[in-house]
């Protein structure tokens, strides 16, 4: 199973909503990643956890709140956001080690806030 | 600092070989990956190069200078359903394992 799998798809919500996007793996894989990628540009690193510990957080504003609750899955809680979030978030995971390690990407959620 | 440059955009003609470059200056090197995305999809692994070469696989190879900080992506026998951005991203080492991602080159396949 090469398959990371993110729910859900799409979502709409206001200023003032709280929401989480889910994101899962089962290849056995130790780093999850959180990324935010706007139209026609690269994706931008949000979060990595390494085994089940956040290791890099990118300056990211605290009302996106990471979550990484076994080495499956990965959370990411949003609250208050911005009209300026809407973008597409993905969830990636890869080996950890000296490798290179190629990285596994979800669907994603495509997320609006109005 | 790290940078990655690619081009942003390159056109070709469906059936064609093209090639999407991609240059580095980064304080450390262990690998670099090239991922294919349509839009409004995930990035898919395409390829990696860790030495010095071309890495075949079917219609898409990569090619890597270490010295001088360069890989390109060449695609063969283009199709429509090429069209798409290609990303390349380069592993710094040094312990780290996560990848810094250049800008994307957008390829566009005409009939």
């Known amino acids: 199973d090469t398959e990371v799998t993110q729910t859900p798809k799409h979502l709409v919500m206001g200023m003032t909503n709280k929401k989480s996007l889910k994101c899962e793996q089962h290849?056995?894989?130790?780093?999850m990643y959180w990324y935010k990628q706007k139209a026609k540009k690269p994706p931008e690193l949000m979060f990595v956890?390494?085994?089940?510990?956040?290791?890099i957080n990118e300056s990211v504003p605290s009302r996106f709140s990471p979550e990484c609750p076994n080495s499956s899955l990965l959370n990411l809680h949003l609250h208050a956001l911005q009209p300026e979030d809407s973008a597409l978030y993905l969830c990636?995971?890869?080996?950890?080690?000296?490798?290179?390690?190629?990285?596994?990407f979800g669907p994603g959620t495509r997320l609006t806030v109005t | 600092g790290q940078s990655l440059e690619q081009p942003s955009e390159v056109t070709a003609v469906e059936g064609a070989i093209v090639q999407i470059n991609c240059t580095y200056q980064?304080?450390?090197?262990?690998?670099l990956f090239w991922y294919q995305q349509h839009a409004g999809e995930a990035p898919t692994f395409l390829s990696y190069?860790?030495?010095?070469g071309l890495e075949e696989k079917g219609r898409f190879s990569s090619f890597l200078s270490r010295s001088k900080g360069y890989s390109y992506l060449l695609l063969k026998e283009l199709q429509m359903k090429d069209s798409a951005s290609y990303l390349c991203?380069?592993?710094?080492?040094?312990?780290?394992?996560?990848?810094?991602f250049g800008r994307g080159t957008s390829l566009i396949v005409h009939p």
């Open positions: 990636a995971s890869s080996q950890v080690g000296t490798g290179p390690y190629e990285q596994y």
């Open positions: 290849m056995g894989h130790r780093a």
């Open positions: 956890y390494s085994y089940e510990k956040l290791s």
């Open positions: 980064t304080s450390g090197f262990n690998g």
């Open positions: 190069n860790v030495l010095d």
């Open positions: 991203a380069v592993i710094l080492g040094g312990g780290s394992y996560i990848p810094t």
